[in-house]
């Protein structure tokens, strides 16, 4: 194999090839004749890489997932560095490194339980993930109140004593709970009741992952996610029990009131509360509160 | 974006010259620079002749992505590529662009066994959970239940993937890894690779015997509509033509004639408002007719593989619509009476990257040719395979072996020797 190390960079711009037997003299043409941008904004400079003039970098601000709370300050901290970016290489790498130290911690906060789940169980760790690393509440079978953490976010040591007890339902509403967070759900058998309500991060890929729940949910909340859309939906007909779907205040499912009838015909004993048959008929309604 | 910052000529030299400029030679150049460790560290250029893709198989693509195969390979690639597009941005987002939106549709495929093909899917399936894809079995009983639609005579057993299995939008797939690469420093150029300067010497290959070894010196990129060209001077080639692939090895190699070609297959889009509701899947028939859903709007996509002694002439893109009357259509209306009523809206015609030897993609390094790459021959499965085929070859380049996936089955070396590795599961 060549060795790629024998081929040195000559500085830009670079000086001409060894001339070669089978050229034609002179034979460049437009190619030879132009010279090479001579912009080159960072290391290993491109001209194919040329980045977006400033304007339409900050044309991009628009199509952003999250536009509330937290969600809207990182994005505005994130659209600044973007526009100095522009000029300054530095802060496109501040950027950069902002968005890795982000994904690192939903990583983190999706992690897998392994251990409580060697421990204790499938369904104590799926309370655990809940309660503990999504803020979020369980109820396991046989049990009218809700597990949930305390003021200072831990869980009650009682969810401890609860190792053959199936968990019936799980809240995540609001938490940052993704695909490989729901590692931690898919074990459950009896899962009966599961709100997912206004999780920033759960997209489609997470909502083909709940076909492992067919034989049991009876329940689910999508409302207020803002990356679920009808494509994401129709993977849901993997849950044939199912009752009550809450679908409301979804942001990219364009013509509500069609997916609302295709999902009443996929799911025909299941109610489908949160769109209606004019939704699309109207200017969408705000973000969620 | 088509064609709008490529018009620069090519540079005199680049360490890595991609020719090709589809998904799978982004791919390549992607993880070249995602893998060469120090930033800036190569120069890689990626040649397209047509920017506006309008031949390219990657834009005519159907979408789909799936698990089941028969070879573990594939089923392994498929899973490394599903995990890529499913952390697409991780990936291919690029600081101060928008992210990347695939439009992914979880529908999963349904492939549909006859008697005698029955016995050959559940040996499938159970090699593609072994490698932890999730392939549910379906009996006919089961599947009339799941798919009411769907005429069962004649089924014998169905496998249906349950995750990371479906469609997404090519284009969305080739303009992220376009923008990411070239965020990364690869360069591009507009321009046809119609001859190379070779140099051949006598080397000593692996038996120890003395054997004349060539090498690609420069490559010749010729610009559009003109007899103009400039030789650029390059340490290895990737050939990731497609479809011309084998016309390009040829190129450099005259004596050894790789069985990559093009095939001609037409997509046909209908519309039918009473077929299958929103967990249509994509499903292959037991006579090898496929289709899936498109968007909500009941309209819906498929097409058949001809048989060898149909397959159409590949000089142009016309569309044979007569091909959807007499060999797709009564194969849709067998199998879902549904479509017994339905208005064809539009078809198109795309080439398969197509590996008339076995129908496996060719991965590694040109028999003949000491610093000529392969990635081709993909066979109507380039598109999903190409973040998986990317960096095999980028390993293949930079480090000089496969790392992360063994994919050494898929060298050329096998097209010599004469030894098929088929793919059974082709669509």
Same mark, same amino acid.
């Given at each position: 194999?060549?060795?790629?190390?024998?081929?040195?960079?000559?500085?830009?711009?670079?000086?001409?090839?060894?001339?070669?037997?089978?050229?034609?003299?002179?034979?460049?043409?437009?190619?030879?004749?132009?010279?090479?941008?001579?912009?080159?904004?960072?290391?290993?400079?491109?001209?194919?890489?040329?980045?977006?003039?400033?304007?339409?970098?900050?044309?991009?601000?628009?199509?952003?997932?999250?536009?509330?709370?937290?969600?809207?300050?990182?994005?505005?901290?994130?659209?600044?560095?973007?526009?100095?970016?522009?000029?300054?290489?530095?802060?496109?790498?501040?950027?950069?490194?902002?968005?890795?130290?982000?994904?690192?911690?939903?990583?983190?906060?999706?992690?897998?339980?392994?251990?409580?789940?060697?421990?204790?169980?499938?369904?104590?760790?799926?309370?655990?993930?809940?309660?503990?690393?999504?803020?979020?509440?369980?109820?396991?079978?046989?049990?009218?109140?809700?597990?949930?953490?305390?003021?200072?976010?831990?869980?009650?040591?009682?969810?401890?004593?609860?190792?053959?007890?199936?968990?019936?339902?799980?809240?995540?509403?609001?938490?940052?709970?993704?695909?490989?967070?729901?590692?931690?759900?898919?074990?459950?058998?009896?899962?009966?009741?599961?709100?997912?309500?206004?999780?920033?991060?759960?997209?489609?890929?997470?909502?083909?992952?709940?076909?492992?729940?067919?034989?049991?949910?009876?329940?689910?909340?999508?409302?207020?996610?803002?990356?679920?859309?009808?494509?994401?939906?129709?993977?849901?007909?993997?849950?044939?029990?199912?009752?009550?779907?809450?679908?409301?205040?979804?942001?990219?499912?364009?013509?509500?009131?069609?997916?609302?009838?295709?999902?009443?015909?996929?799911?025909?004993?299941?109610?489908?509360?949160?769109?209606?048959?004019?939704?699309?008929?109207?200017?969408?309604?705000?973000?969620?509160? | 974006?088509?064609?709008?910052?490529?018009?620069?000529?090519?540079?005199?030299?680049?360490?890595?010259?991609?020719?090709?400029?589809?998904?799978?030679?982004?791919?390549?150049?992607?993880?070249?620079?995602?893998?060469?460790?120090?930033?800036?560290?190569?120069?890689?250029?990626?040649?397209?002749?047509?920017?506006?893709?309008?031949?390219?198989?990657?834009?005519?693509?159907?979408?789909?992505?799936?698990?089941?195969?028969?070879?573990?390979?594939?089923?392994?690639?498929?899973?490394?590529?599903?995990?890529?597009?499913?952390?697409?941005?991780?990936?291919?987002?690029?600081?101060?662009?928008?992210?990347?939106?695939?439009?992914?549709?979880?529908?999963?495929?349904?492939?549909?066994?006859?008697?005698?093909?029955?016995?050959?899917?559940?040996?499938?399936?159970?090699?593609?959970?072994?490698?932890?894809?999730?392939? &549910? #079995? %379906?009996?006919?009983? @089961?599947? /009339?239940?799941?798919?009411?639609? !769907?005429?069962?005579?004649?089924?014998?057993?169905? +496998?249906?993937?349950?995750?990371?299995?479906?469609?997404?939008?090519?284009? &969305? #797939? %080739?303009?992220?890894? @376009?923008? /990411?690469?070239?965020?990364?420093? !690869?360069?591009?150029?507009?321009?046809?690779?119609? +001859?190379?300067?070779?140099?051949?010497?006598?080397?000593?290959?692996?038996?120890?015997?003395?054997?004349?070894?060539?090498?690609?010196?420069?490559?010749?990129?010729?610009?559009?509509?003109?007899?103009?060209?400039?030789?650029?001077?390059?340490?290895?080639?990737?050939?990731?033509?497609?479809?011309?692939?084998?016309?390009?090895?040829?190129?450099?190699?005259?004596?050894?004639?790789?069985?990559?070609?093009?095939?001609?297959?037409?997509?046909?889009?209908?519309?039918?408002?009473?077929?299958?509701?929103?967990?249509?899947?994509?499903?292959?028939?037991?006579?090898?007719?496929?289709?899936?859903?498109?968007?909500?709007?009941?309209?819906?996509?498929?097409?058949?593989?001809?048989?060898?002694?149909?397959?159409?002439?590949?000089?142009?893109?016309?569309?044979?619509?007569?091909?959807?009357?007499?060999?797709?259509?009564?194969?849709?209306?067998?199998?879902?009476?549904?479509?017994?009523?339905?208005?064809?809206?539009?078809?198109?015609?795309?080439?398969?990257?197509?590996?008339?030897?076995?129908?496996?993609?060719?991965?590694?390094?040109?028999?003949?040719?000491?610093?000529?790459?392969?990635?081709?021959?993909?066979?109507?499965?380039?598109?999903?395979?190409?973040?998986?085929?990317?960096?095999?070859?980028?390993?293949?380049?930079?480090?000089?072996?496969?790392?992360?996936?063994?994919?050494?089955?898929?060298?050329?070396?096998?097209?010599?020797?004469?030894?098929?590795?088929?793919?059974?599961?082709?669509?």
């Amino acid at each position: 194999m060549a060795a790629l190390g024998a081929a040195p960079y000559a500085p830009y711009p670079l000086d001409a090839p060894p001339p070669h037997p089978a050229l034609p003299g002179g034979g460049r043409g437009p190619h030879g004749a132009e010279p090479l941008p001579p912009q080159l904004r960072r290391c290993g400079g491109a001209w194919g890489g040329a980045r977006a003039a400033p304007a339409a970098a900050s044309a991009g601000c628009g199509r952003a997932w999250a536009s509330s709370g937290p969600a809207a300050a990182a994005e505005l901290r994130f659209a600044a560095l973007r526009r100095l970016g522009a000029w300054f290489s530095d802060a496109e790498v501040l950027a950069g490194w902002s968005a890795r130290l982000q994904r690192t911690r939903l990583r983190t906060k999706n992690a897998y339980c392994g251990y409580v789940q060697e421990l204790y169980g499938d369904d104590v760790a799926a309370a655990y993930f809940a309660i503990s690393c999504c803020g979020g509440g369980a109820r396991f079978e046989g049990r009218d109140e809700w597990l949930r953490p305390d003021a200072r976010g831990r869980f009650s040591p009682e969810l401890l004593q609860l190792r053959d007890v199936p968990v019936v339902a799980i809240d995540l509403r609001g938490s940052a709970v993704n695909y490989s967070g729901l590692d931690n759900l898919v074990r459950l058998t009896r899962l009966r009741h599961l709100d997912l309500g206004g999780c920033r991060h759960l997209d489609d890929w997470a909502l083909a992952r709940l076909h492992v729940f067919g034989e049991s949910l009876r329940e689910l909340s999508v409302a207020g996610c803002p990356r679920v859309t009808e494509r994401g939906l129709a993977a849901l007909h993997h849950l044939r029990h199912l009752q009550r779907l809450d679908v409301s205040d979804l942001p990219a499912v364009p013509n509500k009131g069609l997916v609302r009838i295709l999902l009443e015909e996929m799911l025909p004993h299941c109610q489908v509360v949160g769109m209606d048959y004019g939704d699309g008929l109207e200017p969408p309604p705000g973000p969620p509160a | 974006m088509p064609g709008g910052r490529s018009r620069s000529p090519p540079p005199e030299q680049a360490d890595v010259v991609v020719v090709g400029g589809g998904v799978v030679g982004w791919a390549v150049a992607y993880w070249l620079k995602a893998l060469e460790g120090r930033p800036g560290a190569m120069r890689v250029l990626v040649v397209e002749r047509d920017p506006t893709y309008s031949r390219a198989s990657s834009v005519r693509a159907v979408g789909g992505i799936r698990q089941q195969f028969s070879l573990p390979e594939n089923i392994r690639m498929s899973r490394f590529s599903a995990s890529f597009l499913r952390t697409v941005n991780e990936h291919l987002g690029v600081p101060g662009e928008p992210p990347v939106d695939l439009q992914f549709n979880p529908s999963g495929y349904l492939f549909l066994a006859s008697e005698r093909g029955a016995a050959a899917l559940e040996r499938n399936v159970r090699l593609q959970r072994d490698e932890g894809a999730r392939v &549910a #079995l %379906l009996s006919p009983a @089961r599947l /009339k239940e799941k798919f009411p639609w !769907v005429n069962v005579d004649g089924v014998a057993l169905a +496998s249906y993937g349950l995750e990371d299995e479906g469609w997404f939008d090519p284009w &969305a #797939l %080739l303009g992220a890894f @376009r923008r /990411k690469a070239a965020s990364l420093g !690869v360069l591009s150029c507009v321009g046809e690779v119609k +001859s190379f300067v070779m140099s051949s010497n006598v080397g000593l290959v692996a038996t120890g015997q003395e054997q004349p070894v060539s090498r690609i010196r420069y490559v010749n990129v010729h610009a559009a509509d003109s007899r103009e060209y400039q030789p650029v001077s390059c340490a290895v080639v990737v050939n990731a033509a497609g479809a011309w692939a084998g016309e390009l090895a040829q190129l450099a190699e005259p004596r050894l004639r790789l069985p990559l070609e093009p095939r001609k297959r037409f997509v046909y889009v209908w519309h039918c408002p009473d077929g299958p509701g929103l967990e249509c899947p994509l499903l292959v028939d037991t006579s090898g007719v496929y289709f899936r859903r498109d968007g909500i709007g009941g309209n819906y996509l498929g097409g058949r593989s001809p048989a060898e002694e149909d397959e159409p002439d590949t000089s142009d893109l016309e569309v044979d619509y007569d091909f959807f009357q007499e060999k797709v259509w009564p194969e849709l209306a067998r199998r879902v009476p549904a479509f017994a009523a339905l208005k064809v809206r539009s078809a198109w015609a795309g080439y398969y990257d197509y590996n008339a030897f076995d129908r496996s993609a060719v991965l590694g390094a040109h028999p003949g040719v000491e610093n000529l790459f392969v990635a081709a021959g993909f066979s109507g499965r380039g598109l999903q395979q190409a973040p998986a085929a990317g960096r095999a070859v980028a390993e293949l380049v930079l480090r000089g072996r496969f790392q992360s996936l063994d994919l050494s089955r898929f060298g050329p070396g096998r097209l010599a020797a004469g030894e098929p590795l088929a793919e059974s599961a082709v669509v």
